[in-house]
């Protein structure tokens, strides 16, 4: 009977073989093999080149293990199918399936010194990061690795001083980290040596778009051979080819699987418009162990804060209707999936990325598809140059992809400036049903309005920008082919030729039915020049929703729990709507037109607060706006549907669904972490606002999340400029929003500072000012006559 058995199964599977042309992978296997159940190929890269003399849809099944790869699966056009044609590479089902490109070390340890172990290795290999029994282990650091620590892991700021480079022997190859100073990403530098005066020597920096030096108190070194001393530190000496590593106390060091990252891809997608490839898919497989590529981070993204590096642990160029699904990218060194240039009809579904060092998925397109671009803030195109043609030069860029039903979580691991998902340059890209949390920056990214028509839906966006500042779980940027760095400049373009604004952004970009949650910035951060979003239907949990200046922006039906809106020096006449929202409190405006008039239309809107709904009606705003308590149905388990009978109804605002964020699959919903339901406050949450006149200019402390992102500042310290009298002795010096930072030399840090350095009533002659405008600070000395 079992023969019978036996017999049948393996007719059924030849059948099934002969029907839907399989090859087995087995990394036991032979790449002599005929590629059958029983005899079944080694390598996925014979596998490939053997499926292309295969007519028909191919499925190459990976039995159980690790297939560890000497150099990428690179899939170019004659790798490409027909839609009825595709080739499939994918896990036997119920087997685990690892892909990766470490090596594995073969090691004879023996103790070094003070708890430290050594080992020689035979062979050259990259040695960038190391596993143990599969987990990441730290390069020596200093600081040591503090998992309490917020930012870095622990920082200190004598991390590259000479006093502490006394230390090191022969630095030559560490790295430093260091926070941007403004808190707007990071910097990372190979240590080079030391100079004459015993000072690291440094390259890098290149990382962040916005170069403004390191921050001088979140800075780390890593991979200095003095700074070995502690459980799970590592070091390698190219020169001796020794290995240091100090085990945890029970580790069987002999008996441990070593391994050590040397690719930075696993699977390369190739090709062109003319020659794309098309109809290859990558499912239910491991795809682990790649090089970090922080070094890398060079290419600016037009006038973003962003830098990118091309590539991933999966690369698509050129590729159409190819997916990856159900894979779990599991600590990879850089990108997890990468699409660059042209890409058409691909799909990231059903994954878990976990860890990466860079970002989760990334859609980045050609900058010489951009019309008129520039490539740092401070640049720009001289107005009567600017092209005036709407939309791109080429299609050279990524469009109709999904990213659709991924838990995406701890990404940024060594890139601060990075995303779960990244958009650049690209249109009509799908972000729905993700749960993105736990996150350095941003959980979804867009760095400027090239060129709209993306859909960001259904998402569960929490716990972001956890080792950075001034930024959102949701972030973008708009500064296109019209913007300046000079404010006033800038609003006067927009004022006379108001059209310009939206020819990069010919689409609208859509946010709907998300959750938000940020405890360290905004829910949605629609920042510098972002135009033409239509956001509604969201649930925003705790940081608010912004909108500095920027050009057609509606947000509608969205629930600001706890907080309020925030418009920050907007265009006059910028044709932004807000309208049947419930917020907390008045708004949070900074920098607003002085002619009182905000955007299109403002009112409808729901106060949980009477007091806080008056203030907005004195300003001749939310006419018809109205106020209601906050009786929610189930707060606490996260439902915020309004009850019956609620006034919100009354100015049209709508219910929406409650119980469809974040991921969707059985699988990833067991293991997605949850996002923390706040409790709801009452009453007047505005902090204090103690104002003075000095010489004519109404001043504040700058002590906010939102002066500090409005004005540009580093760290929320300074005095504000909020207002200046027509008859002020500084009007021809001083402008609104500007921001005190000295008089006459004398710190002004904050309003008692200025307080206590009060000129005379009558004073005559000149005063030297330290003020902050548009981004940078800048001295004056004014004559008061």
């Known amino acids: 009977m079992v023969r019978i058995f036996l017999l049948l199964f393996s007719f059924m599977l030849s059948y099934e073989s002969f029907a839907q042309q399989i090859l087995y992978l ?94 020689k290795v035979t062979g050259d290999f990259i040695f960038d990061q190391l596993f143990v029994n599969g987990k990441p282990q730290r390069m020596a650091r200093y600081p040591n690795y503090r998992s309490s620590e917020r930012i870095l892991g622990g920082t200190a700021p004598d991390a590259a001083s000479a006093e502490r480079a006394k230390r090191w022997s022969n630095p030559s190859g560490g790295y430093l980290h260091a926070l941007h100073l403004s808190e707007w990403g990071g910097f990372s530098y190979l240590i080079k040596g030391k100079n004459e005066i015993g000072e690291p020597v440094l390259e890098g920096g290149w990382q962040n778009n916005r170069k403004m030096g390191m921050h001088p108190t979140y800075r780390f070194v890593e991979n200095i051979f003095e700074e070995l001393d502690t459980c799970n530190e590592w070091y390698y000496n ?359 008039h905000w955007g299109k239309e403002i009112d409808f809107n729901v106060f949980t607060d009477k007091g806080e709904l008056s203030k907005a009606q004195v300003s001749g705003r939310d006419k018809h706006s109205v106020y209601a308590p906050p009786a929610f149905v189930d707060p606490v388990n996260g439902n915020y549907r309004l009850k019956e009978g609620s006034e919100a109804f009354k100015v049209g605002f709508k219910n929406f669904d409650m119980e469809h964020f974040g991921v969707e699959s059985p699988k990833l919903k067991s293991i997605a972490p949850k996002v923390l339901f706040p409790t709801i406050l009452f009453g007047n949450l505005n902090e204090g606002d103690s104002r003075i006149n000095y010489l004519g200019l109404e001043l504040k402390d700058l002590n906010s999340l939102g002066e500090r992102s409005a004005t540009g500042m580093a760290k929320e310290t300074g005095i504000l400029v909020l207002k200046v009298d027509e008859n002020s002795p500084l009007k021809k010096y001083v402008k609104v929003n500007d921001v005190l930072l000295a008089v006459n030399e004398i710190s002004t840090a904050r309003v008692a500072d200025l307080q206590a350095n009060v000129l005379p009533a009558n004073f005559k002659g000149s005063i030297h000012l330290a003020l902050f405008r548009n981004q940078r600070e800048i001295s004056i000395t004014a004559v008061i006559e």
């Open 238 to 596: 190219k020169l001796s080819k020794t290995l240091y590593y100090y085990p945890p106390k029970g580790l069987n060091l002999n008996a441990a699987r070593i391994e050590t990252p040397q690719l930075k891809h696993i699977f390369e997608f190739r090709g062109t418009k003319k020659q794309p490839i098309s109809n290859i898919s990558i499912q239910d497989i491991e795809i682990t162990h790649t090089l970090r590529t922080f070094m890398e981070n060079k290419e600016p993204l037009l006038r973003s804060d962003w830098t990118t590096y091309r590539g991933g642990a999966v690369v698509f160029e050129g590729a159409t209707n190819c997916s990856v699904k159900n894979c779990f990218f599991n600590t990879v060194g850089g990108n997890a999936v990468y699409f660059s240039y042209y890409n058409r009809g691909n799909e990231v579904i059903g994954c878990h990325i976990l860890k990466a060092g860079g970002s989760g998925v990334s859609f980045v397109g050609d900058p010489k598809a951009v019309r008129s671009p520039s490539f740092e803030y401070n640049e720009f195109i001289n107005f009567k140059d600017i092209d005036r043609e709407p939309g791109p030069k080429t299609d050279n860029y990524p469009a109709k992809c999904k990213v659709y039903d991924n838990l995406i979580e701890q990404v940024g691991q060594t890139e601060i400036q990075s995303a779960g998902v990244q958009i650049s340059m690209s249109m009509d890209i799908c972000i729905s049903h993700n749960t993105i949390c736990n996150l350095p920056r941003a959980g979804i990214n867009i760095s400027e309005g090239t060129w709209g028509g993306h859909i960001i839906e259904y998402n569960d966006v929490f716990n972001t920008v956890n080792e950075s500042g001034d930024h959102g779980s949701f972030n973008s940027w708009g500064r296109d082919r019209y913007w300046h760095p000079d404010k006033a400049t800038l609003d006067t373009i927009v004022e006379k030729h108001p059209e310009i604004v939206l020819l990069d952004v010919i689409r609208p970009i859509i946010l709907r039915n998300n959750r938000f949650r940020c405890d360290h910035g905004w829910d949605i951060d629609l920042d510098d020049g972002s135009s033409r979003y239509e956001i509604y239907n969201n649930l925003l949990l705790n940081g608010g929703l912004k909108f500095r200046e920027g050009y057609n922006r509606k947000a509608e039906n969205n629930i600001i729990i706890n907080n309020t809106f925030h418009p920050h020096v907007w265009f006059n006449n910028s044709g932004d709507i807000f309208r049947r929202n419930i917020i907390f409190r008045n708004y949070a405006a900074i920098g607003m037109p002085g002619n009182g």
């Open 26 to 119: 087995s990394p036991n296997g032979s790449d002599k093999n005929q590629g059958g159940f029983n005899s079944p190929l080694k390598t996925i890269g014979f596998a490939k080149t053997r499926a292309r003399k295969i007519n028909g849809p191919v499925e190459i099944r990976l039995r159980k293990g690790t297939y560890y790869l000497s150099q990428p699966v690179v899939f170019d056009s004659s790798d490409s199918r027909s839609a009825t044609n595709r080739i499939v590479f994918k896990a036997m089902p119920n087997e685990h399936v690892v892909v990766s490109s470490a090596a594995v070390l073969n090691l004879n340890w023996k103790p070094y010194k003070n708890g430290i172990m050594q080992a």
